[in-house]
């Protein structure tokens, strides 16, 4: 049996897992929706410069987490999608680490106030949400998610290591 293919579903279901149960973390404290949302498991949209197992882990955590915190399906939808694209382009640019956040903020930025607009009626107007939003993930997915890059660069070898 080949050990590739089990460590990145492996490590895809951790990551998934870590993404939900820190959303509902953050869904405990009013932080995980709304116009204003610090989701703490968005520092966890890093790990694409890690690992490509991440793509499918953050996408589907956060669509797990979406459908448990009791997103409309727009939201369980385009939520994850958002996180899927900043995903992808985090892998994309991993040759340099301080991009690693942009792709989480500005997919969350531009594609979550229509989300919330059209979805729940948010008042606001877009370009205010995106504010917001945008906001909100600097500083879970730039501040922390960039403090967790730091911390776990020093271990990458030891985490994230490709087996034989």
């Not at 500005?106 to 906001?135: E, K």
Request: proline share 6%; with cysteine.
């Amino acid at each position: 049996m080949k050990k590739k293919p089990v460590l990145f579903l492996t490590q895809g279901a951790v990551i998934a897992a870590m993404y939900v149960a820190l959303t509902l973390l953050s869904n405990a404290f009013g932080l995980a929706s709304g116009v204003i949302q610090v989701r703490i498991s968005e520092a966890l949209t890093i790990l694409p410069y890690f690992t490509p197992a991440a793509i499918p882990g953050l996408f589907v955590g956060c669509l797990v987490s979406n459908l448990l915190a009791g997103g409309v399906i727009w939201d369980v939808i385009f939520g994850s999608v958002a996180t899927l694209l900043g995903a992808v382009f985090t892998y994309l640019l991993r040759k340099v680490k301080w991009l690693a956040p942009v792709p989480p903020i500005l997919s969350n930025m531009l594609i979550i106030p229509f989300v919330l607009r059209y979805a729940y009626g948010a008042p606001d107007s877009l370009w205010f949400m995106m504010l917001t939003v945008g906001a909100g993930e600097l500083i879970s997915a730039g501040v922390l998610g960039i403090l967790l890059l730091l911390g776990l660069e020093k271990h990458r070898n030891a985490i994230f290591k490709n087996p034989q």
